[in-house]
């Protein structure tokens, strides 16, 4: 039965290295917990898929039993059970998607399987009185850059798209040349703090190809023929110099393609959301156009299960339920170009 305020659902998110559960009443929070893999794999210098999923494995119960008593809810009271299904690590997938459909056999309750990037997607809405509206969203994250026309939940067209690396895949590799810590992204953004951002000139790829497509991998090139003549004073510049870059490209593509759009809403999330410079630049070109921007909040840019238990609820809301046979898909898309 569904309590007051909307369905209880508990979600899992397990597509990488990050081990999440939360319990949301309808579209509201009610907990959230996450079990960072990062020190795990930081000896490895990225992810292992086989630790991942072990690591998952043993984390997730004792997560799903805190989640629930943060939450105040029993297992019996959850109305629906829903997991990331892709994309992601196929071993990891299957930790969550398991478990969560053990637990909706057991206590004969729905399952959903949630895309990880429509998860992303509409995380900026999350907590937002009226909801998802139309808005041009970029998806910013380790595995994805994607540029999505957003008509309403469930109505996405893809716009752009990274040809090559990923921004925050960028970030880490460009972390790891300069011999900072797994994932790099947070680092790169902490000394780029200390940097000249105007010391290198680093390539702003694709910035004028006339399409919202992305190209980050010439910039991971550009920091490696740079290295030779670094010295150690040098690394907070290079960092500055290389987020600005990423940035001004980020930040030109989304607004133009708001203005190709007509969207007076630009919704923007993924880890890289999280940087500091990118937020900043965000918010200076939308103030200048005089366009809407919603920012995810710093709790659901990084990998979590808020945001994939937060589309279960619209699932739910729009009558939509999965199916027990469903396959998780490493390879998920979010919606045909
Ligand atoms: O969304 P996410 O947790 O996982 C994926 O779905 O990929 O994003 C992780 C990515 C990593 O590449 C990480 O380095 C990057 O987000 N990231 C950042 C920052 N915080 C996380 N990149 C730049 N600046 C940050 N502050
Ligand atoms: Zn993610």
Redesign the pocket.
């Known amino acids: 039965m569904a309590g007051v305020g909307g369905p209880v659902v508990l979600a899992l998110e397990t ?2 290295d ?1 081990t999440a559960v939360a319990v949301l009443r309808g579209c509201e929070l009610l907990s959230a917990e996450v079990a960072s893999q990062i020190s795990i794999h930081q000896a490895y210098g990225g992810v292992v898929p086989e630790v991942a999923s072990r690591n998952h494995l043993r984390s997730i119960q004792p997560l799903l039993t805190r989640a629930l008593g943060s939450a105040g809810v029993v297992l019996g009271e959850v109305d629906a059970f829903a997991a990331t299904a892709g994309p992601g690590l196929a071993s990891s997938l299957m930790i969550g998607t398991s478990m969560a459909k053990g637990l909706a056999v057991a206590f004969r309750k729905p399952y959903l399987s949630v895309n ?1 990037l429509e998860g ?1 997607l509409l995380s900026p809405f999350f907590g937002l009185p009226g909801g998802v509206r139309p808005a041009v969203a970029l998806v910013v ?4 850059t994607l540029l999505v026309d957003l008509d309403g939940f469930g109505r996405y067209r893809m716009m752009g798209q990274t040809q090559d690396d ?1 921004a ?2 960028a ?2 590799k460009v972390g790891k040349l300069l011999g900072l810590p797994y ?4 680092h ?2 902490r000394l780029a703090r200390e940097g000249n951002a105007a010391r290198f000139d680093f390539p702003r790829s694709m910035l004028d190809s006339g399409d919202l497509h992305f190209s980050f991998s010439g910039l991971k090139t550009a920091v490696r023929y740079l290295l030779p003549k670094l010295v150690p004073g040098d690394v907070a510049d290079v960092c500055a110099s290389f987020q600005e870059a990423v940035v001004e490209v980020l930040v030109k593509k989304t607004l133009r393609a708001a203005a190709d759009e007509g969207r007076a809403t630009v919704a923007v999330s ?3 959301s ?3 410079r990118l937020r900043e630049a965000l918010e200076e070109a939308c103030v200048q156009r005089g366009v809407e921007l919603l920012l995810a909040d710093p709790g659901v ?3 979590n299960a808020a945001m994939i238990g937060f589309v279960a609820a619209l699932k739910l809301a729009a009558g939509q339920v999965g199916s027990l046979e469903s396959d998780i898909d490493p390879n998920l898309k979010l919606a045909v170009p």
Do not use: M, R
């Open positions: 597509s990488c990050e990880h992303h994250s380790g595995g994805h990923a925050g895949e970030f880490d994932p790099g992204g947070p790169v953004n993924g880890g890289v999280c940087n500091s840019c990084t990998d």
